[in-house]
Nanobody
């Protein structure tokens, strides 16, 4: 049973920083693309950042220059360093991973990030 467990969310003031972690376990295979999505109240879930197994990354325009995604393939863990946080970054952040070989997509349970003004 593949599980993605997120950690690192919380409450922070505008301008502050948080680091999210997502550890994947229970997979026979490694993971290809891994990434972070977020969903604010009343809005659709949107891609924040993604990273391939080779380390190529992609970011939403709204977070470029402020967020950095990274991963440790040996630990099947993906990170999201969030700096210069803004109130509009407030959302539930979800980890996503695509299993190699099968192409199945897995989601974490979500972690709340709240940025106060």
């Amino acid at each position: 049973q593949v599980q993605l467990v997120e950690s690192g969310g919380g409450l922070v003031q505008a301008g502050g920083s948080l680091r999210l972690s997502c550890a994947a376990s229970g997979s026979r295979f490694g993971f290809g693309a891994m990434g972070w999505f977020r969903q604010a109240p009343g809005k659709q879930r949107e891609l924040v950042a993604s990273i391939t197994s080779g380390g190529s990354s992609n970011y939403a325009d709204s977070v470029k220059g402020r967020f950095t995604i990274s991963r440790d393939n040996n630990k099947n863990t993906v990170y999201l360093q969030m700096n210069s946080l803004k109130p509009e970054d407030t959302a539930v952040y979800y980890c996503n991973a695509v299993q190699q070989i099968t192409g199945r997509k897995y989601w974490g349970q979500g972690t709340q990030v709240t940025v106060s003004s």
